[in-house]
């Protein structure tokens, strides 16, 4: 890829009051140095993104939505549109699996919510991947084929450069605190599923496009199995559930990507 700053996001998902998420940001200030290597983005939950976006030292982080709604204004009572969010954040969430198989969001919502999210200059967060039954019936290219080609199919060229995909196989997903004791899948496979995406936005892109888009992995990602994560081949950073609520692992996280960063460069 071109952009060599490693992404590292926290999906703090539906966690922390205003207050609580206030705090997380200053312990994360407190332990977290500022790395030019690395681009740090925070995604706490719809109430908190306000309040935090006046907290926020946005030399170290940038923020997230978890979702919005795909149109821009209108009778649609309870809901936050991308057009809302353009001041608060640099990136928003779009089809993750708590989403997809908790809220019915098909392949034509997230499509709509990817072309909304690029029409208000927010960089969407993709996230593809396989069940666990999908997985078991060897489904996965098929999963990540339809997910990405959907998602991806109303951008133009330019649009495309703006995505950044992330591949979370749903059988990998931790329920929140349990990340540290829950099946990761092996590099092998995770290397597997990214060439594969590189492959569909190849199809729809070109070379560029495909080379140039950073592809995260997420999924119990911990402070212990980071750097082995961001090691893998193609992986350009990773979405982080559960450890992105405690500040000793997230700063472990980042830690981990520093080291391999420069490690990497010093060879």
């Given at each position: ?167 979370e196989p749903v059988w990998a997903l931790s329920s929140g605190t349990d990340y540290l004791h829950h099946e990761i899948p092996t590099p092998d496979l995770i ?52 450890a992105s609520l405690n500040y000793q692992e997230f700063s472990g996280i980042v830690d981990a990507a520093y080291r391999m960063q420069t490690a990497s460069e010093?060879?």
């Amino acid at each position: 890829m071109t952009n060599n700053r490693t992404l590292i996001v926290g999906n703090w998902k539906m966690n922390l009051n205003v207050q609580q998420a206030s705090l997380l940001l200053h312990r994360l200030h407190e332990r977290i140095r500022i790395r030019r290597e690395i681009e740090l983005v925070l995604a706490p939950s719809m109430l908190a993104l306000q309040p935090l976006s006046l907290q926020i030292d946005r030399r170290k982080f940038r923020l997230a939505a978890q979702n919005a709604y795909h149109i821009d204004g209108g009778a649609f009572t309870g809901e936050v549109s991308f057009s809302m969010l353009q001041d608060l954040v640099h990136y928003a969430i779009v089809g993750h699996s708590d989403r997809r198989h908790k809220f019915g969001e098909n392949l034509d919502m997230v499509r709509d919510k990817v072309s909304a999210a690029i029409r208000n200059d927010i960089s969407p967060i993709l996230c593809v991947g396989e069940t666990q039954v999908e997985r078991r019936q060897k489904e996965t290219k098929q999963v990540l084929h339809d997910q990405v080609t959907t998602a991806l199919s109303n951008l133009t060229s330019l649009d495309v450069a703006k995505v950044v995909i992330a591949y979370e196989p749903v059988w990998a997903l931790s329920s929140g605190t349990d990340y540290l004791h829950h099946e990761i899948p092996t590099p092998d496979l995770i290397a597997d599923a990214v060439k594969a995406i590189r492959h569909h936005v190849y199809e729809l892109y070109g070379k560029k496009a495909a080379t140039e888009m950073r592809v995260l992995y997420g999924g119990s990602t911990s402070a212990s199995t980071a750097r082995g994560l961001l090691e893998t081949e193609g992986v350009d950073g990773l979405l982080v559930g559960g450890a992105s609520l405690n500040y000793q692992e997230f700063s472990g996280i980042v830690d981990a990507a520093y080291r391999m960063q420069t490690a990497s460069e010093s060879k």
